[in-house]
């Protein structure tokens, strides 16, 4: 969980201000640190701990004065969240100097930082960028050739990442050969080009969308222009599934499809397999109101906000004791008690994952009047943990684990629970089922997970086999 | 603009964070400074600059024990922000002490400064506040009785007060006799008794709303349990419309009427006057949602999310140039293109002060390829700043100041443009205009502000005169 | 311990810089807050937690423009050390402006306090110093007259004060009737005024020391000039010892006596009567180098610097054990082996209070070798605490409290002990007996503690007498 | 300029308290950043930008829980001061992770940086410390033997260099060939060995010093004891000068010689060539102090204390002007008029090195009276700058660059000028001339510069000859 951005704009006097924009609008891909390095003469960089307002501010952007430069935002998956583990990441060799940012995860990291190490590396931080950077520069050192070096380090990663690299005279985007995590490329300006990790970003400094970066796809922007090379074509694609579902904004659109229409159709497709009959449909804000307005049309059934979110709760500390700690959710999400009383209610959520907030809210809807409350899902139970890039708890933690649907309901304390069908949920995003990366509910990777996790987990396809 | 609370709550032995998550509820009512009274052994108070999260930690909670305690939100009205001024006020005299917290705008209070400067009294800040708190003590030291000393310094007030009061032996809650700002009572648990300024603040503490403090009315809680006094007992009242149309939190119940219904109501009222024909309605959020709502259900209209907002975007500095000012809009919403492209759009706001978001948001939509924008306001045209506690630009910043609805429109660039008519906000509220403060739609105030604030302003009732 | 300073300087377009550099003069006599109030077209004031340096940055300097100011650095002497308590204090009345900053403690605050309150007074801070302003208000605003309301005030007070104030047309500097803190006077550039708790303040910013404020004297400084009033003249005064001994600079000249010279001079007294045989005479440092150079001087004994100070160690955190604790003295006071090893040391400090110090670093000079240690303290055996403005623990806590001379040596753990006689201080200081408060040697306070502290403390000198 | 910690204490479960009181004691070596490592079940690392005392606390220390560690203090001497380049550094590699601390400066460090990326290697920092632990590590992988790779680095390494490392199973500390910089060795509690840059970190925590490392050493603490190497004898030494002069404390030893008795020979050496008469002799504290001791004691001339330093003055902002900058000293250094008023004074300094402090003070004694003014200085005129850690200015910036005495004397502004003599420097020390590091008084470096620097500076000696 991580957001990228790469800004080529030469003749663009503020390119700081524009990453650091770009950056704003990609904050709910990570909150935990954040960074900006640019080249001009030299390469600097500047990175923090906190939210992108919270690390930079003028005095930092107009240092960060160049002609190109990368950003990210991070979300830590690791327990240790270090300043030295933010991005982006700079390595100064022999023939010039590259700065990484990288959103996704390396299954074979471990395998491949060994390797290296045993080849004679060292390393001074615990992050797959790290490796990934190693693997770049050795390869370029040894070929001389960065397209070149870059297809060969993609040969040997095994997982899901979309980079953005800066070198001393260009920028490059990178995406993994199934594009598992996004990447997109913009126009800005006469001669601007832009990578980002949603859409999004390009809207808030109107930057214009030229096209995703295909998977495999490796393109090179410099003062020569905009070239792209594509060592790897696969038969198959495996476009993450939560982005859609989740993860991305809904403003954003992703491999050419626009992420808020997937959730209105999500509901819209629940309503047509849904015979519960109900007086209204309420979703969880934000994240699950364009299912809950589908599934509104759909069916017929009245949309209504049964819940208000109190958006200047974030990370409050609570009294430590059970009574507090039930009270924590009504301090974010308080019922309508005058639009649920009596009511016979639909609640939408986009997914459930360790179902403890969802037993919550449901609870809170029956305080609040309810008759009955119906849980939907906008996609399938989410039975295995994400390998490549989404945190999530262990297989343990996840309510789906190893239950039923009728287990989870009683758990949750829901009158009926229906999850959106894995059908569904490909006939929403409308790509087919080979072009998604659908692991966390089928248990089967696109990529071979369980060589590098010891996990013993049906193998779905060989990365590299095409 | 800002919150208060009290709790007089003997038997919790955690009363302050209590105080607190009703603070956190209220904390839409103001996020410059906030504080914490309580009165244990002492009377004990932390305050701070910055949102209630901000300012107060286990720590500082945990130091503030009591039985009985006051709570503030503020948000500067003035341009001086100090310290100084937060809230609660402490003045230690010769017969106890008294704490005091205050929401609302004295008219008179320059002239009862200087009536009480005058008998002697010193000042150390620039507040209402100290003002409301000089003249109760004063009228206490007197008369030795605090009920009375509350009623003589209510015929001296004129303006909106809701306050609460931490003395010696007593929590009271106090209303203006006009009703002005709203003030509800609540119960926790076997004895605890709660004043807040919105119905919010109970939910978040499992509080149970009991009734709104009556105009004129003083509530007093003590070991001797609750007495009413109502000194005041005016014909009229006039509750503040804007609590109802913004300022209020839409799960909040004021004056009995819940706000989110009141707003529903304008949407459909609207809808009924509404002969345009459209697409789609589409709401700024998240304020006007249940107004938009509201329109798309009576009209048949469907509802859709036209613009998405930015969570993480606070108060983000911004590139001081005007290309940046105009990207800064974006960088809050991003319109979602493929809801608007060639759509004849309904732009649902609860209001319109200055015009600018609304032209700026009209140019965005424009942007985004919607073929006609047809703005809708959930209230009249707002001509005159308000006097009693709203913050508001003067009449000349107010785009509604002196210009016609069809001026209006041209500037902010609609199709068409409505306003919901006195008569329909009347209607949706559900009381009679008489019970209403409608002072910065039709300029008459419902106390003389003409003869404080030196304005040729037509009366439109005397304070005091029943 | 606290520390004032007062600045008229029309002329001057960088008064408030000239205020914070003599603070920072002033910063050994209190570390905790600090503030500044300047009166231009109004009264601004900007105070805060912390040192000078940690308050005050240019922004905020600038932002204090003014003909003249008066500043406060502060030494919590109650449990309590809130912002709020933070000086100047500023009041508001009918007739004007006052801020007021002092130094010294009033021994009937209580007292007087209870009185303002019964005549209808009520407070915001549980400070001396709003004392103080109420009574001066009252009475101003009873005369008109600002010379008469502090001549009338200085009635009622009794303690030690040295004030300065800034009305809204003077600055006055005011000295108690008994001089009991230090306050003096001197000129900057042509028409500039300034008052200052040190000389020290003086010389940081080339102003020309004047005179002392004489005991019991008002200053009046306005665009009138200078004028001189004196409502009060005892036939004795009670300058602190203690400011001589310890707790002023010693680059500061008191009452028109340089503090470097006494404290040398009380080197030389202390030697005077010593026969003590010794190889070198070494200090605590800083404090009492004077002493020991005074000492070596006048006996022949060789001075040297047996204790190395670490410059880096403020309020550091220490290990909770005994053996940190130990360890706490060495992180500050290093001693020099080589200086002290198999030596016969004198070992000089200015005074002794609790003791605990001076067995930990006698302790430390037995380790590092020293065959002998003689301590030889520069004042009196401190028997009784201070009323009058010095911070120091009560009498039980006092090492001298009950103890003889013979005890403490043993305690301390020394070979000798020699504390200065009454007689040698008093003449090293320079001035007869009857001009210097004695008390917390003698336990004769000038001022009657007693009846306010409720003590049978044996009666020196009531106030007011005279 | 930077201070290094060593600690191996498997039996002490305060480790990382004891390496933070010694950094304590080091802190006049840097403060600009800080750092431990600590090794226990891993390598953990707590770095930050401040002090000792600002960067850790309680809780960070309580999480470095180890059997070995080491620790940096650092100033930095390049224009970057990013908490990228805080030491120490930690590496893994293939066969384990190493953590480096350094004291010194690299003047190959470049050419060894150029030929290590040749080689392959890529950087991630600027430091010479990077190029150490790369050396060492590519060594170490290539041999096996760590005392063989730190060998083989030392005879690429060009420069000073003490070092402390950690690896996974032993402490080390490294002293370049010709012992430029200081390193100590000692002893705490049963089995716990130290190193540090200077003594006095032994002191506050009652280690004991058992000897120096030796040039060239290699001493290596593990579980299997202390074992040294020595696998460079050169036939001369090359300790820093400036250490006894002015950077080590005054209480610490170095390389067996006492500073403190070093800087009290300076005086005196200087006392007995000087036969100018004089009232008195001071010095500029604190530096200067055992100088004017040294030469009031030879020369019979009184020691007295001329200027009081403003303990509090720290990074004080001063008012950007001219006048202000002129006062700026003043803030820190305050003259004793009375005891230089009329006299002729011996002003003491350690060294000057841009002559611009001198001049200010030697204006202040004039301004305080002061009939005369001789400076003596305790070390040789400053010509060239330190190319092996001490922090100067370039040769232009100094003062001593390339004027005569009597020029600089006239500068300055002194009656007159004497720095020591090169001869009384080293009988000072007590250290042959070939023994000493003298580069920055001759320009004759123990080392090639002039091959690293391109500069065209006479060479003394090639490192690597022996």
Redesign the interface.
């Known amino acids: 969980m991580c957001g990228v951005v790469g800004l080529h704009a030469p003749e663009n006097g503020?390119l700081s201000?524009y990453i650091f924009?770009a950056l704003?609008?990609l904050?709910?891909r990570g909150?935990e640190s954040c960074g900006i390095t640019v080249r001009g003469r030299d390469f600097v960089?500047e990175k923090g701990m906190g939210?992108?307002?919270e690390v930079f501010?003028?005095e930092k952007l107009n240092g960060l004065k160049g002609e190109a430069g990368i950003g990210h935002v991070r979300y830590s998956t690791t327990g240790e969240s270090e300043?030295?583990n933010a991005q982006p990441?700079?390595?100064?060799?022999?023939?010039g100097t590259i700065a990484i940012a990288h959103n996704g995860n390396i299954v074979n990291a471990e395998e491949l930082r060994?390797k290296l190490?045993?080849?004679?590396?060292?390393?001074?931080s615990?992050t797959d960028t790290e490796v990934i950077?190693?693997l770049i520069?050795?390869e370029y050192?040894r070929t001389g050739d960065m397209v070149e070096a870059i297809s060969m380090s993609m040969r040997k990663l095994v997982g899901s990442y979309s980079l953005v690299l800066l070198t001393d005279d260009a920028l490059i985007g990178v995406r993994d050969p199934l594009g598992i995590r996004p990447l997109s490329m913009g126009r800005m300006g006469k001669s601007g080009v832009i990578f980002a990790s949603e859409t999004?970003a390009f809207?808030?400094?109107?930057a214009e969308f030229e096209r995703d970066v295909k998977p495999g796809e490796i393109v090179v922007v410099s003062e020569e222009g905009v070239h792209s090379h594509r060592p790897y074509k696969l038969p198959r694609r495996a476009h993450c599934m939560f982005e859609y579902v989740y993860f991305s904004?809904?403003?954003s659109v992703l491999n050419g499809i626009?992420v808020?229409?997937v959730r209105e159709k999500l509901g819209m497709l629940m309503a047509e397999e849904d015979d519960t009959e109900a007086d209204l449909v309420t979703p969880i804000p934000?994240s699950a109101?364009?299912f809950a307005?589908g599934y509104s049309?759909a069916k017929g059934v009245?949309?209504?906000?049964g819940l208000?979110r109190?958006?200047?709760?974030?990370?409050?500390?609570i009294?430590p004791s059970q009574q507090?700690r039930e009270?924590a959710v009504?301090?974010k999400l308080?019922?309508?008690v005058?639009?649920l009383s009596g009511k016979r209610v639909v609640l939408f959520d986009d997914s459930i994952v360790r179902g403890t907030t969802s037993r919550r809210i449901i609870s809170l809807l029956r305080g609040a009047g309810a008759k009955e409350v119906h849980m939907r899902v906008g996609c399938p139970p989410i039975r295995s943990p994400c390998m490549l890039g989404i945190d999530m708890p262990t297989r343990s933690e996840l309510i789906a684990g190893g239950r039923s649907v009728e287990e989870i309901r009683r758990i949750i304390g829901a009158d009926t629970l229906r999850y959106t069908s894995l059908e569904a949920l490909v006939k929403a995003i409308g790509l087919r089922e080979s072009e998604l990366c659908l692991g966390c509910i089928t248990g089967r990777y696109p990529v071979e997970i369980a060589r590098y996790q010891q996990l013993r987990l049906p193998v779905y396809m060989e990365h590299g086999q095409a």
Chains 1, 2, 3, 4 share one sequence.
């Open positions: 503020k201000y924009y704003l609008a904050q709910h909150q960089t939210q992108v307002n501010n003028f300043l030295f990441f700079v390595v100064r060799h022999s023939h060994e190490k045993a080849a004679g590396q060292a390393f001074v615990t950077a190693h520069v050795r050192l999004v809207d808030v400094i109107n904004r809904p403003d626009p808020y229409e934000d109101i364009p307005l049309r009245p949309y209504r906000e208000i109190n958006r200047y709760v974030g990370r409050t500390f009294l507090a009270l009504k301090l308080n019922p309508l005058r639009q």
